[in-house]
């Protein structure tokens, strides 16, 4: 079935440091591949996608590019802020009858001021 | 972005209650929306699928009974644990999307403490 592994964290990085979290899935056909985050206490925001090999997401400077050779999503942002600290998921939806939303275990970071 | 909206965001019950946790779609029709559990720094669990006006979908090991779905329209599905036990005590994310291949929004959660 469907998988997506994650880098683990938690990740801690001072403010406007270069951010890599790595992502890689398992899936059959053509999946589209998400970024969320979630801030303490809520639910989950969509931050990026990509639907087909070679796009690039992005939004707040962060950016992820589906490369389907490598099988892999990773998130980069080249500096961040203390305000992006969260926990964030990768995530795959695949082409089952369902479509449903297949997520890595999650990466904690936090950025210091 | 689309708005999915949870109530109550937190609940404290006694042992052996039932707690009925609310999602709304405020500005989109979901023809299908999602349950989900997360525990502690955990990943979020998938717990059921439910379509508007048909019966809900499972997964592996979620108790059907214990965790009742209802998809009464297409801008409000109710999750309801029964008889909660300690156990239940976690965090419960509701999604929902238009169609099969729409961006799926996701709920605030509702924090669930059950003594």
Known sequence: ?113 | GAVVSQHPSWVICKSGTSVKIECRSLDFQATTMFWYRQFPKQSLMLMATSNEGSKATYEQGVEKDKFLINHASLTLSTLTVTSAHPEDSSFYICSARLGARETQYFGPGTRLLVL
């Open chain 1, 1 to 113: 079935g469907d998988s997506v592994t994650q880098m683990e964290g938690p990740v801690t990085l001072s403010e406007e440091a270069f951010l890599t979290i790595n992502c890689t899935y398992t899936a059959t056909g053509y999946p589209s591949l998400f970024w969320y985050v979630q801030y303490p206490g809520e639910g989950l925001q969509l931050l990026l996608k990509a639907t087909k090999a070679d796009d690039k997401g992005s939004n707040k400077g962060f950016e992820a590019t589906y490369r389907k050779e490598t099988t892999s999503f990773h998130l980069e942002k080249g500096s961040v802020q203390v305000s992006d600290s969260a926990v964030y998921f990768c995530a795959l939806r695949g082409g089952g009858s369902a479509r449903q939303l297949t997520f890595g275990s999650g990466t904690q970071l936090t950025v210091l001021p």
